[in-house]
């Protein structure tokens, strides 16, 4: 678990600001994924990559950038802040299908 | 695409006691599901998890069985403590479809009353 991690782990920002949220592995697993957690809509998908400079939109990709040029960092933006983005975000990554997949320990962010 | 159903959505039980959770899916090419355990604050956990050639899978107190006629599975979870108490996750892929990525239940709060 030590093996992925995320920073910040707390983030309060205003409507309408850029916030990057970062995401970094040291297993050089192929796999990266975004998820957000809010009450009653379990984990969804943001946004995931299957290596470095390939990246697909998953269930709830609108309002979030991503990139990833270096495998072992998969950072995710939100270009203009809004509330309904306030929710604790994921990072998780595997080594192929098929692969255990491992959580990050999760940023909690809030949208004012 | 896939959908994973979960029930219930909170379960209380009395310490020793057995817990159950179900999963429904809708993919019948599924054939990874893996069941996730988060505690409050924390990340969620791989605590067990089945292959589609595999019916049941035992480890430990934990259990899941997979019934893919009826595309179910289900956690069980015997001799209930209270650090079992958590929101546990299921979830369900197909490893060999075009994104195979998991689909998640909306989660199951668990309850172990002393």
């Known amino acids: ?112 | 695409g896939e959908n994973v159903e979960q029930h219930p959505s909170t379960l209380s039980v009395q310490e020793g006691d057995s817990a159950v959770i179900k999963c429904t899916y809708s993919d019948s090419a599924s054939n990874y599901f893996p069941w996730y355990k988060q505690e409050l604050g924390k990340r969620p956990q791989l605590i067990i998890d089945i292959r589609s050639n595999v019916g049941e899978k035992k480890d430990q107190r934990i259990a899941v069985t997979l019934n893919k006629t009826a595309k179910h599975f289900s956690l069980h979870i015997t001799e209930t403590q209270p650090e079992d108490s958590a929101v546990y996750f299921c979830a369900a892929v197909n490893y060999g479809g075009s994104q195979g990525n998991l689909i998640f239940g909306k989660g199951t709060k668990l309850s172990v009353k002393p």
């Open chain 1, 1 to 112: 678990d030590a093996g992925i991690t995320q920073s910040p782990r707390y983030k309060i920002t205003e409507t309408g600001r850029q916030v990057t949220l970062m995401c970094h592995q040291t297993w050089s697993h192929s796999y990266m994924f975004w998820y957000r957690q809010d009450l009653g809509h379990g984990l969804r998908l943001i946004y995931y990559s299957a290596a470095a400079d390939i990246t697909d939109k998953g269930e709830v990709p609108d309002g979030y950038v991503v990139s990833r040029s270096k495998t072992e960092n998969f950072p995710l933006t939100l270009e203009s802040a809004t509330r309904s983005q306030t929710s604790v975000y994921f990072c998780a990554s595997r080594t192929g299908r098929g692969d255990t997949q491992y959580f990050g320990p999760g940023t909690r962010l809030t949208v004012l």
